[in-house]
């Protein structure tokens, strides 16, 4: 099934979306595709907070920018943002990958597990247990892979990845003041 | 509390645990120390220089299962008023109290009808082991009451055995999936827990098996602490917007319940009804939890006694009182606290660690075992262990192996019976020919506390702390009449 929708889109525009094709022609409201299990969300404005959240899997577009908390918790979803994302995005992201092809804000991966982020422009200050890591071939992989699905022109090698340090996965008096 | 468990990972025993929190009694020499006129410091007494101690040795505050245990007002703290010449009783083994309840007919075009207003509180796979899941939905399904899912998602053991099941819509959205909406019988919102009010869900590392973590989509073996605030809404109107989505999802069938903990109730359940809630679930600070920061369970929060009134208040004040539907959860553990608890407007109760008990949850029998594990039975609270020799708080197969479903939930439907039951004898000595009949006016308050949170007079009295002094009122519903 396609969807196709002229114009802007309110909450949880696509939410849940399951298998369905849905074009959004404009912005979105709060919690685009929240909780999304599959198909594909494509919206060619841009996003308000917590898009993608706790999605578990298909593919999330935004050509624009997506505000604060894009792609929180995070279950398996790819999300690829063309624009900047706001701060907290990828908090506590537990599986996908979050591409970010202009700038970060603050806190970016705070907490995450073992969700992958790349980004392209710069980045504030990284949450908490987020590090930045090795850009291997898998993951160049993985990237011109959902640059490709996402019709962006990038390439992967301007990318960089951040991902979790484990550091914080089970709790230590040491790392008290961490959080 | 044993001093056994004490803190985010597992610890063994401690030297300083086993003589404060636990059975034990007086000293290693079996002389008691008040009969040679030792006295015990009221403020610093062994349980607190345990825990200092043990903050001091290890780093680690203190986590456990459970609800508050301090000393709080409570259903104890009320009596029920029996007829007389004013009011006359039902034969209490002949004329007709019937109990069931109807839950959600505000919006939703399944409400949930139970035989029963005793329901099972959500209580997490994880948490639980998969037999305990199986044997909560089979006892709960045997009596005609519904069963609840936890922070983990809704597993087979449970829906398959579950007659009626709610579906908990939690911060953390593990496995959270449009087909298991649709499964269910009803959707709790849950913005928050007795336990631990503003706090988000705990499983530690030693529970999080490859099947758990595959559920939660988390790596095996890491400590989880969930959010505490939903990703994707914010206050009321946001909520509002929710709650139509997932009606939307569900085809507008299911009740949707908002469940919180108990510190504001009046603005909570104000807020829950402007959003759109079917029901509220109201969980008080005895409720109990898998997994908490002991001075999260003890220090916040307020007792469930205090919390009805203020929530019946929200729901008469909106004129939809019996209309949306409260259940209240949080140290039910009798007949006498379904009552009361009706009594001063709940329309159901959850229980979940009495019906842990009745599983086998600190089980006499098992007490050795609890022993080598630094606990005793009567005492074990470290549900976040994973070790329970009862198999019910735990993922450990040979442990889990050990409680029969079958049985713990004949065992579970048996509670529920005798609560039932409980409920209606003092019904009928009240002369209500349904639960739901029960009424303010059947209750007198103990303590002045008690009489100032559940505002009840005094017994023998017709003072209510904070309101002027009234003769005692007529009864507001004709003796005998039936529950619509």
Known sequence: MTVRIDGPV????????????VEITGHAGVGLAENMMSGLVHVTGSASQSAGATAHGGLLVIDGDAAARCGISMKGVSIVVGGNVGHMSAFMAQAGCLVICGDAGDGLGDSIYEAHIYVKGRTGQLGADCVEKPL???????????????????????????????????FHVDHAFSY | MTATTTGPTPTGPTPTGSATSGPATGCATGIDPAAQGLRENATFDRA????????AQTGLYDIRGGGAKR??????????LG???SRYPLEGYRERCDTNVVIGQRFAKRPIQLDIPVTIAGMSFGSLSGQAKEALGRGASEVGTSTTTGDGGMTEEERGHSKTLVYQYLPSRYGMNPRHLRQADAIEVVLGQGAKP?????????????????????????????????????????????????REITDWEKPIYVKIGASRPYYDVALAIKAGADAIVLDGMQGGTAATQEVFIEHVGIPTLAAIPQAVDALQDAGLHREVQL???????????????????????????????????????????????????????????????????????ELSSRLDPVAAGHRLANLLRVMTMEAQIIARACGKAHLLRLEPEDL?????????????????????????????????????????
């Open chain 2, 198 to 246: 503003g706090g988000g869900g705990m499983l530690l590392g030693q529970k999080i098996t490859e099947r758990v973590a595959g559920m939660r989509t988390l790596p095996i073996g890491i400590d989880q602490r969930s959010a505490c605030r939903h990703p994707d809404w914010t206050g009321p109107d946001d909520l509002r917007i929710k709650i139509a989505e997932l």
């Open chain 2, 327 to 397: 259940i209240v959860s949080g140290g039910i553990r009798s007949g006498a606290d379904v009552a009361k608890a009706l009594a001063l407007g709940a329309d159901a109760v959850s229980i979940g660690t009495a019906a842990l008990i009745a599983l086998g949850d600190n089980d006499p029998a098992l007490d050795a075992e609890y022993r080598k594990i630094g606990s005793a039975a009567g005492y074990y609270d470290d549900w976040q262990a994973g070790q329970d020799p009862a198999g019910i708080t735990t993922q450990d197969p």
């Open chain 1, 136 to 170: 291997r071939p898998e993951h160049i992989s993985q990237l011109t892979e959902l640059l490709t699905a996402a019709g962006r022109p990038e390439h992967p090698e301007e990318f960089r990845r951040y991902g979790s340090a484990r550091q914080l996965y089970n």
């Open chain 2, 83 to 85: 007829a007389s010449m």
């Open chain 2, 71 to 80: 000393r709080l007002p409570h259903f104890d703290d009320l009596l029920f």
């Open chain 2, 48 to 55: 607190t220089i345990a825990a200092i101690r043990q903050a």
């Open chain 2, 444 to 484: 007198v308050a103990l303590t002045i506390e008690a009489a100032a949170m559940a505002r009840r007079p005094l017994a023998g009295t017709n003072w209510i702390p904070g309101e002027p002094s009234t003769p005692p009122s007529p009864p507001s519903s004709a003796p005998g009449q039936a529950c619509p």
């Open chain 1, 10 to 21: 309110g909450y949880y525009a696509a939410g849940m979306n399951q298998a369905a094709v």
